[in-house]
Structures are given as structure tokens and as C-alpha cells.
């Protein structure tokens, strides 16, 4: 089932969480919605459930099928929802909370107990939980517990699937392995699903589209490939990875640049620095020698080899870093060490410029 | 921990937080001298008095009709009394904790105004309400309603001295456990009704229950406020502390003391029910294993 949103806005007192947005998940698809903490991705998530309220606003409006759900209360919704700290009930076991919403039905549509019992069973095993049934929720672990509470929305057969950081509780390992498992789960199910994540690479892993958000706005939505390689904005090119920032130009044929920016503390830059060129840590590389005075000199200073890329960090003569990843093929063959002088010239780059900015606000 | 224990041999090593021993010893001594002088003697001597002249007027004490008439309004006042404040503690913790409204703070001090007034003045409270020169007297006269003197007010000032009770332990329990349950169950297709039946209640069921124990204590053991509403009509509006008074007074010790037996057994259950209570509490809050029996 498609939802749309229209026109949304929230604010909680002086707050603003959310700043006229609007948004479409198509039939079918996996959604991320991605953003720092305070982005606003939590709220338009429990305003798309019927948990919060969106304000009024005659052009607001929320579609499920192009229908307006505006009116529909959380229980009529048909929505799964996954909560970040589980929220299972806990004085009931793991497969009365999976059946919980069946026996909730009224009389007319509640299934028999067997029905009730044959479709957690088939839960369990879809989660790879069988035998856990009699288990109360505090005698799982993390990982589990959050597959029950999965199981526990499916098991009413909601039209659309909501998660609200699912896996932001539990250990990278664990995180991991059900990102990937929730991806294989939405292959075989198909449900409309939108999950909210403040970690970019779960997003682009796991979802068919990302939606970047900040402060209270979408600034991108894109398939993981477009959001990456080619943000719209400097704030969706900062939060989805690495970057140097430079002074500098890019021509129709050349990217020039100059000192790096020195104040990298603040991360998530929202607006656009005139003259800044945008480098990902790949997109540079390091030359011993200058060749026509290009690139920029700068002295090695540490060294990260443990993974399948080699990652240099180097400090300009501004004091800058800039972070430059290669093949390791390409570390051996520059035989780097900290305190090596070295150029760092750009293979690609990009500038946002006014009009971008312009259109963001 | 097997190396500070090592440490721990040669005697006279202390575990960094622990007090020397006479400071322990002092202290614990203390405490069991405090309670034998406050508690244990005086619930040795409520027995041993009541059973001075054998069991034969020990049990005459109790079912002498007059006491025995206590006994019931007793019983009566705290049927009231105490389901009326477990729906009234339920249903503003459920309010308290899980809503947000305007005037909510107003009412948690409301709630705890049974505790900070004296019972005295609580049953003073009523007196001038209802008693018959009280502001509703001329108009409950008029009716041929009597509430002063009369079991009604009896009934009015046990609830009211009462009501904190399950409200209090009940609230800091449900805030505690947030609203995200409750909005599980909503997406789940639940209703509010269901909600509260399924997921609200079961997860402070403990509490209430602690709750009740203590506002059936207190109902039953109350003098102050009902001293002053009742009027002490002898069989018809004394409560057990009220007759046990009357008896003493009389200079009736054996029956007195008899009578106020039963308030001291029923003291000892609360306090048994209660440590019975908190356990589980403490098992269903912190512990791994959960709470196996079902209500």
C-alpha cells in the first residue's frame, strides 16, 4: 500500500519538528527515513502511525492508497510498528505478545485460539524463534526481543510496516545481522515499509530509497546510490559519509583547490561556504611530487591499514586535515610514513553553490 | 573477587566500603533495641493482657454483642472504603502517569492532602458539612438523611482519610514504565478499555495489590476522623478502635485488649501480605526471571 504525506508540519510547544513535509513511499518498498537525533524522521514516523497528530493545516494531509487517514485513529490504521526499545509486553509470553493483536480483535473477526496458536507458530519460525514461545521477554536477548516485536506487528497483517530505529538498541554485531536479515525478510514479504535510522549505513544498505532529513526538513530523497554519490546538498554529501572540505573552484574541466577548511569540528554544516569544493576521503589521491605545482602540500600524519583500504590522514600547511582513502596497492606503491611530505590532488569534487542554498530555503 | 578475599585473610583488613565493626555492631544494636521497646513489647503485652484471665474471657471479649456489632461496621466500612479507593487510585494514576492535562500537579498534591491533614481535622471536615448545623445539615435533615452520628460519615471519613493510598503507590510505578506499552497495544489494534485491562493493570498489578493491603489497614485501624463523625452510639456506629477505646475507658481490659488483638493479628498479616507484596515487586521490576503467576 502506498502512503503519502502532504504538507506536514509539528511542533511540540517551541519546538519545531517537522516543517511543512511531504513525502511518498511507494507500493512495495523499503524507505529509510535518515537523519540526526532531532531531525524531526521520528515524528513524521508516529505521525504516519496516528501516534502524534501533525498540526492543523487545511492543506495537510496523510494517504494510505490515496486515501485520507487523517481521521483514522492508531487502531483503525492497520499499521505495524516497531518501537526502538522493543516495548513488548512483558508479563506475557513471547507468543501471547505475538498473538496480542489477534485476541485484542472484536468478536467477529477474532480468529479461533488454534488459528491464533497456527499463526504464531508461523511467526516464531519466520523470526527463527521456535520454542521461544513460552519464554517471558526478559529471558531474550536484545537481538530476539526485537524480532518478537516484529513478529508481534506482522502478526495482524498491517498494510503498511513502520520502525522506529529497530536495531538503534543493540551491539554493531547483532545490528548487523538483522539489518540484513530484515532486507532478506522484506524480499520475501513485500510490505510497505518505512524505517527510521540515524545510522547512514543502514539506511543505504538496507532500504530502497533514503530520505536525508534535517532540522525539520527533507533535504534529499534518493535511491542509496543517488544520495550518495551525488548529494544535493552539503549537509546530505557531510552526513552520509566522510568529506574534506577545501577552498577552491571546480571549472567545466578542473577542480582547483586550495588550503582545506580548518574548522572541521562541527559536522553537519547546514549551510552552503561560498567557494567550498567537497571531497569524499576516495575521491582524492596523494602524488610524492608536484607535478605543475598542483595539489596540495601537506605532511602525513597517521596511518589506518586494518581494513581493505589504506586511510591517510594528513595535515595541511593551514593546518587542515584532510582524509584521503586508497587502494592498498596505491599505500605500498607511495611507501607513505607519518611525517612524509605529500600532495593531495582531487580526482573529483563538487561545489554547492548559491542556487542550491537558494532552494533549500 | 577471589583477590580481594585473599586480601581479606590476615583479619583485620576491611573491604573499602565497609564501617569497622563497632561502628556495625552499635548501630545494629540500636536498631534491635528501637523495635523490641517500640513494637515487639507492646505486641506482647496487647496479647498477654487479652489472655490474662484465660481464653473463656478472651473470647467473651470478642463476641460480646456490642464488639461483635464493631467488628461488622468494621468490616463493612472497609468493603466500602476500599474498593472505592482502588478504583479511585487507579483511576487517577492512570490519568497522572499517562496523560498530559492541565492541572495535573494541583492534583498530585491533592492526592497526598489525607497525609499532611490531621484525621482530626479530616473528621471535623465532615462534621461541618454535614453534621446538623453544617452547611448540607438543614437540607439532609429535610430529607430525613442522617450522616453525622450515623454510619454514612463513618464511611465518608474512612474514604477520605484513605484514598491515598493506592493512588501513591500506583503512580511513580506507571510513570516509571512510560506509555510506550500502552501505544504498542494501540497500533496493535487494541482499544483504550483493553489497553488498560491488558497492559496497564497486569504490569502494576503488584502495586495495587501492596496498595490495597495498606489502605485496608489503615480503614480498618483509623480513629482519629472517625472518632469524630461517628459518635460513638455503642453497637451501632463504633468501629473496633472506637469500641476498644470505649472498653478501656470502662476499665474492661481484658475484652479492651481482646478486641484490640485483633486489630494487632490483623497488623501482623498486613505486614506478612506486604513483605509477600514488595518481593514480588522488587522480582517483577528488577530481576531477569519474570513473574510467573498470572492474575
Not at chain 2, 498477654?48 to 484465660?54: C, D, I, P, V, Y
Request: charge should be neutral; glycine fraction near 8%.
Amino acid at each position: 500500500m502506498s502512503i503519502e504525506v502532504r504538507h506536514i508540519s509539528k511542533s511540540f510547544g517551541n519546538f519545531t519538528a517537522l516543517r511543512d513535509v511531504s513525502l511518498q513511499v511507494h507500493d512495495g518498498e523499503l524507505l529509510a527515513l535518515l537523519g540526526p537525533s532531532g531531525s524531526g524522521k521520528t515524528t513524521l514516523l508516529r505521525i504516519i502511525s496516528g501516534l502524534e497528530v501533525p498540526d492543523a493545516n487545511p492543506d495537510s494531509e496523510i494517504l494510505f492508497h490515496g486515501q485520507s487517514v487523517v481521521d483514522r485513529p492508531v487502531r483503525h490504521r492497520e499499521v505495524g510498528f516497531v518501537f526502538q526499545h522493543y516495548a513488548l509486553f512483558r508479563h506475557m509470553t513471547v507468543a501471547d505478545n505475538i498473538g496480542f493483536g489477534l485476541r485484542m480483535r472484536p468478536r467477529a473477526t477474532r480468529p479461533s485460539k488454534s488459528e491464533i496458536r497456527d499463526r504464531v507458530g508461523k511467526l516464531l519460525k519466520l523470526i527463527q524463534l521456535e520454542g521461544f514461545g513460552d519464554r517471558f521477554p526478559s529471558q531474550l536477548s536484545g537481538g530476539q526481543r526485537q524480532r518478537v516485536a516484529l513478529a508481534r506487528a506482522l502478526a495482524v497483517e498491517p498494510k503498511v510496516l513502520l520502525l522506529d530505529e529497530p536495531f538503534g538498541a543493540l551491539d554493531a554485531k547483532v545490528r548487523q545481522g538483522l539489518r540484513t536479515w530484515l532486507r532478506r525478510l522484506h524480499d520475501e514479504i513485500h510490505l510497505t515499509s518505512v524505517l527510521v535510522t540515524h545510522d547512514q549505513e543502514e539506511a543505504l544498505e538496507v532500504a530502497d530509497r533514503v530520505v536525508v532529513m534535517n532540522q525539520s526538513r527533507i533535504e534529499q530523497i534518493g535511491t542509496p546510490d543517488e544520495v550518495f554519490h551525488h548529494p544535493k546538498t552539503p549537509f546530505v554529501m557531510e552526513f552520509l559519509g566522510q568529506v574534506n572540505v577545501f577552498h577552491g573552484r571546480v571549472t567545466q574541466d578542473k577542480i582547483e583547490l586550495d588550503d582545506p577548511f580548518v574548522n572541521e569540528a562541527d559536522e553537519h554544516h547546514s549551510g552552503s561556504r561560498p567557494q567550498a569544493v567537497y571531497a569524499r576521503p576516495h575521491e582524492l589521491d596523494i602524488q610524492r611530487e608536484s607535478t605543475n605545482g598542483e595539489g596540495i602540500a601537506a605532511t602525513v600524519r597517521r596511518l589506518h591499514l586494518a581494513g581493505p583500504i589504506a586511510r591517510v590522514l594528513l595535515e595541511a600547511e593551514n593546518g587542515g586535515h584532510v582524509q584521503v582513502h586508497m587502494s592498498l596497492e596505491r599505500f605500498y606503491e607511495l611507501a607513505l610514513q607519518p611525517g612524509v611530505a605529500a600532495f593531495v590532488v582531487p580526482k573529483n569534487g563538487r561545489v554547492f553553490d548559491a542556487t542550491v542554498a537558494a532552494i533549500r530555503d | 573477587m577471589t583477590s580481594s578475599k585473599q586480601r581479606m585473610a590476615p583479619g583485620r583488613m576491611m573491604l573499602p566500603l565497609q564501617e569497622p565493626s563497632w561502628v556495625r555492631w552499635s548501630l545494629t544494636a540500636f536498631s534491635c533495641s528501637f523495635l523490641i521497646l517500640f513494637l515487639v513489647v507492646p505486641l506482647v503485652v496487647v496479647f498477654t493482657e487479652a489472655l490474662r484471665k484465660g481464653f473463656g474471657a478472651y473470647w467473651a471479649g470478642i463476641t460480646d454483642p456490642t464488639a461483635w456489632s464493631a467488628i461488622k461496621l468494621t468490616v463493612l466500612v472497609v468493603g466500602i472504603s476500599v474498593p472505592l479507593n482502588l478504583v479511585f487510585g487507579l483511576a487517577a494514576s492512570w490519568a497522572i502517569a499517562k496523560f498530559e492535562f492541565w492541572g495535573k500537579s494541583l492534583l498530585i498534591t491533592l492526592i497526598d492532602l489525607p497525609f499532611a491533614v490531621s484525621p482530626v481535622v479530616s473528621g471535623l471536615i465532615f462534621v461541618l458539612l454535614f453534621g446538623i448545623h453544617g452547611w448540607f445539615g438543614t437540607w439532609l435533615d429535610a430529607w430525613g438523611l442522617q450522616v453525622i452520628f450515623a454510619v454514612p460519615g463513618v464511611v465518608l471519613a474512612t474514604v477520605f482519610v484513605t484514598f491515598p493510598f493506592v493512588a501513591r503507590e500506583v503512580i511513580p510505578l506507571m510513570q516509571e514504565q512510560g506509555t510506550e506499552q500502552e501505544q504498542a497495544a494501540l497500533t496493535l489494534g487494541a482499544s483504550g478499555w483493553q489497553t488498560f485491562w491488558y497492559v496497564t493493570l497486569p504490569n502494576v498489578r503488584w502495586a495495587v495489590l501492596y496498595g490495597v493491603i495498606l489502605c485496608n489497614a489503615r480503614a480498618m485501624g483509623e480513629f482519629g476522623a472517625v472518632s469524630v463523625v461517628s459518635g460513638h452510639i455503642r453497637g451501632k456506629t463504633n468501629t473496633i478502635p472506637l469500641h476498644v477505646e470505649i472498653l478501656y475507658n470502662e476499665y474492661n481490659f481484658v475484652a479492651a485488649f481482646a478486641v484490640a488483638s485483633l486489630l494487632a493479628l490483623l497488623a501482623l498479616v498486613t505486614l506478612v501480605a506486604k513483605t509477600l507484596v514488595e518481593r514480588r515487586i522488587h522480582f517483577s521490576t528488577t530481576s531477569l526471571e519474570p513473574t510467573t503467576v498470572e492474575s
